[in-house]
């Protein structure tokens, strides 16, 4: 049972347009959710975290966005550049767990 | 701030051997670190929750007998893989979150393992 789904494994997005990417859970229990973006043989590299009481968190050129009734999250880029083109990991947890993972989209950002 | 190291970062060992993975934060204290697997082109895949000073947590299906953790101090944990199968070869990485509290949790580099 996937808890933490992201539907889309890929996006292409021209550079200077805004990216969003999308994440679904099932389980009310999370309380913090999390964006990591990731290349090939490397760690994850932590980009932005949302608490579950609140809706929206920005820093910079990211934004993540919480819709806990509908359970769902986004994380918007913009403008999207190309150095942004990755694997994007959606996360949620509780307590002191460990994380959740989602599956990943890999987002490509075209000249 | 917020960098966790690990060593090796790749390793090539022959079925049967035994393989120590080192998780450090180098700028922080971690009272919890832990470890993750990723196979190829699937997601990371929690394996246990190590604290420090206390017997690991281990997720259902991994086996605590197979993969050894010990948390001997707070910028430090280690896995060990016994007797390692070809089929334990993976990217095995670990995280840790700062004592101070917050939930957020910060990846070493990952090491991959590939056992002959």
């Known amino acids: 049972d996937q808890q933490v789904k992201q539907n889309s494994p890929s996006l292409s997005v021209q550079e200077g347009r805004i990216s969003i990417l999308n994440c679904d859970y099932t389980?009310?229990?999370?309380?913090?959710f999390l964006w990591y973006k990731k290349y090939p043989a490397e760690g994850p590299t932590f980009l932005i975290s949302?608490?579950?009481?609140?809706d929206k968190n920005e820093d910079g050129r990211f934004t993540v966005f919480l819709n806990k009734s509908a359970k769902h999250l986004s994380l918007h880029i913009v403008p999207s550049q190309p150095g942004d083109s990755a694997v994007y990991f959606c996360?949620?947890?509780?307590?002191?767990?460990?994380?959740?993972f989602g599956k990943g989209t890999h987002l490509i950002i075209q000249p | 701030g917020a960098v966790v190291s690990q060593h090796p970062s790749r390793v090539i060992c022959k079925s049967g051997t035994s393989v120590k993975i080192e998780c450090r934060s180098l700028d922080f204290q971690a009272t919890t670190m832990f470890w993750y697997r990723q196979f190829p082109k699937q997601s990371l895949m929690l394996m246990a929750t190590?604290?420090?000073?206390?017997?690991?947590?281990?997720e259902q299906g991994v086996e605590k007998d197979k993969f050894l953790i010990n948390h001997a101090s707070l910028t430090l944990s280690t896995l060990t893989v016994t007797s390692a199968h070809p089929e334990d070869s993976s990217f095995y990485i670990c995280?840790?979150?700062?004592?101070?509290?917050?939930?957020?949790?910060?990846f070493g580099p990952g090491t991959r393992l590939t056992v002959t």
């Open positions: 996360a949620a947890g509780g307590g002191a767990d460990g994380l959740t």
């Open positions: 389980n009310s229990m999370f309380d913090y």
């Open positions: 190590s604290n420090e000073g206390s017997k690991a947590t281990y």
């Open positions: 995280s840790a979150r700062d004592f101070r509290g917050s939930y957020e949790q910060y």
């Open positions: 949302i608490s579950s009481i609140k």
